[in-house]
């Protein structure tokens, strides 16, 4: 596979459940994000990878909690979110850093009941 | 804090039409990228422009950075149903890692 996978494409989950989300590249490239991505707001930075040490942690709340085991992969583990917290939750990859841009992944569409 | 503002927000258009997007801010930018996003996918990186003034041509997309590097626009000619989507600008600062700004977005309908 080439480019940016994340699993799943769609997830449910109750507000006391635990879940994670995966995101995989295949690009070689060196830094690795989370955005946020809720109707008519632009793209909220979450968590930012380099090197696989968190360089930017955006005041995100703790119930989401990143985990970046290697350059290729990278995981948000959530728990007892809110409803609020439903939205696209999208990975991305660079290679310089932000400034020849960042390949995505399709998002996972999280929905909190 | 760094904004960039997109224009117009909502664009619905007859296909065969050209339209133009703008994206302006008062920062400067190191580089300026374009995307674009279709319904339940991530954004798609089109092009990146680095240099004042720089103008690139992706088939029937025109894209061009302002002198000053602050500035950006987004031609597009004879517009196809295909090019619905969201086109989101965002512009880096030097060799940060996630300080890309991003703007709002403009939503372009395309009816055949």
């Known amino acids: 596979e080439t480019g940016v996978t994340q699993t799943p494409r769609h997830l449910v989950m109750g507000m006391t459940n635990k879940k994670s989300l995966k995101c995989e590249q295949h690009?070689?490239?060196?830094?690795m994000y989370w955005y946020k991505q809720s109707a008519k707001k632009p793209l909220e930075l979450m968590f930012v990878y380099s090197l696989e040490e968190r360089v930017e942690n955006n005041s995100v709340p703790s119930r989401f909690s990143p985990e970046c085991p290697n350059s290729s992969h990278l995981f948000l583990h959530l728990h007892t979110l809110q409803p609020e917290d439903s939205a696209l939750y999208l990975c991305?990859?660079?290679?310089?850093?932000?400034?020849?841009?960042?390949?995505f992944g399709s998002g996972t569409r999280l929905t909190v009941v | 804090t760094q904004l960039l503002e997109q224009s117009p927000q909502f664009l619905s258009i007859q296909e065969g039409e050209n339209l133009t997007v703008y994206c302006n801010s008062s920062s400067v930018f190191s580089s300026l990228q374009w995307y674009r996003q279709e319904p339940g996918e991530g954004p798609v990186l089109l092009v990146t422009v680095v240099t004042g003034g720089e103008v690139k041509k992706l088939k029937r997309l025109t894209f061009q950075f302002g002198d000053a590097r602050k500035d950006s626009s987004l031609h597009i000619t004879a517009a196809q149903p295909g090019d619905t989507g969201l086109y989101l600008c965002a512009g880096a600062i030097g060799t940060s890692y996630g300080k890309l700004t991003f703007g709002q977005g403009t939503i372009l309908t395309v009816h055949p």
């Open positions: 991305a990859s660079s290679q310089e850093a932000d400034y020849y841009g960042y390949t």
């Open positions: 690009l070689g490239h060196n830094a």
